[in-house]
């Protein structure tokens, strides 16, 4: 099967939007529920890590295909179902242009078409998958294979954003890309500050943060003057959360009432945490989330207390 084949079976956005929650449904709250959140499942970085060659030694990804399969078997067993699955970035570890690339899709791809059919699919673009230094071409080809680079949708009265954090990151090769997207989220937070939405939530790769809005640049944050901008501006528009990944650990704080979450990897830790997914339920009144590990969340499912909070009302 080719990527292009396997793309189709995917509910991918498209039009700025995601199909699978027709807006005029899915804007009213109607109680709590969840989704789950992964990042970097990143077929190939394993290897390449372990063998200290990031360019070129990505060529075997094994142990992230049985990762992702385990991480797919867990979220289909749980009970109630995920409202939906978000992978925020670095879906496959060969940048544009690399050997392995095509390989990579075609297996992830592979194993997310078991995801059960009533949770639909939500897909970040990361570094990885569209670039350091991303291009037309390289978002082209991410629009094609896995959906829009950015987008909104509604969820049972929650307003979500997805974005490409990349082109804040170095937007040098597409800066038409850029404002493009910096106009599109001017109306969109203009829609989160004037609707009445439950609560708006934020998917990105990069982290606005790692740990305070102060911290020095790092290669895992976004600048300080991007981040200072963007956290004011989703502030301002009422944005509860931003969650992303990108870290390979987990990590995270807050800027007034805004949270950043940074979530660990599906695939290559290369901090002490373990290959895990989040749970995250929204209530009326607040977003709690808990990273749990692969292996405890097909073991054991939602914990008692976050299914207390899915059954009130």
């Known amino acids: 099967m080719s990527a292009s084949e396997a793309g189709s079976v995917f509910r991918r956005a498209r039009g700025r939007t995601l199909d699978a929650f027709p807006a005029d449904k899915e804007k009213v709250w109607e109680g709590p529920f969840y989704f789950i959140q992964g990042a970097d499942p990143q077929f190939g970085l394993m290897k390449a890590w372990a063998t200290g060659d990031c360019d070129k030694g990505g060529d075997e990804w094994t142990q992230e295909i049985q990762l992702t399969k385990q991480a797919v078997q867990a979220i289909n067993k749980l009970s109630p179902r995920p409202r939906f699955f978000v992978l925020c970035g670095d879906l496959i570890h060969a940048m544009p242009g690399t050997p392995w690339r095509k390989e990579q899709t075609e297996d992830l791809q592979r194993v997310l078409e078991d995801v059960d059919s009533e949770i639909p699919l939500v897909f970040v673009s990361g570094n990885h998958d ?14 094609q294979t896995w959906g829009d680079d950015y987008f909104s949708f509604w969820v049972g009265g929650v307003f979500f954003l997805v974005l490409n954090s990349q082109l804040w990151f170095d937007a040098s090769r597409c800066p038409t890309l850029k404002q493009a997207q910096d106009r599109w989220l001017e109306e969109q937070l203009g829609v989160a500050g004037q609707c009445r939405c439950q609560h708006a939530i934020v998917f990105q790769h990069i982290p ?106």
């Not at 569209?130 to 629009?143: D, L, R, Y």
């Not at 020095?216 to 969650?243: H, P, W």
């Open 208 to 313: 606005l943060f790692l740990q305070t809005i102060e911290e020095e640049d790092d290669y895992f944050n976004l600048t300080a003057s991007v981040r200072r901008e963007m956290a004011d501006k989703f502030t301002k528009a009422g944005i509860k959360a931003v969650f992303s990944g990108h870290y390979h650990r987990n990590a995270g704080g807050t800027y007034q009432d805004l949270e950043m979450v940074v979530s660990s990897a599906i695939g290559c830790q290369l901090g002490k945490d373990t290959h895990g997914l989040r749970v995250v339920v929204v209530t009326a009144e607040k977003i709690v989330h808990r990273y749990c590990s692969i292996d405890e969340l097909s073991e054991k499912g939602l914990a008692d207390d976050l299914v207390d909070l899915l059954q009130k009302r």
């Open 130 to 143: 569209i670039g350091n230094s991303p291009t037309a071409e390289s978002v082209s080809e991410f629009c």
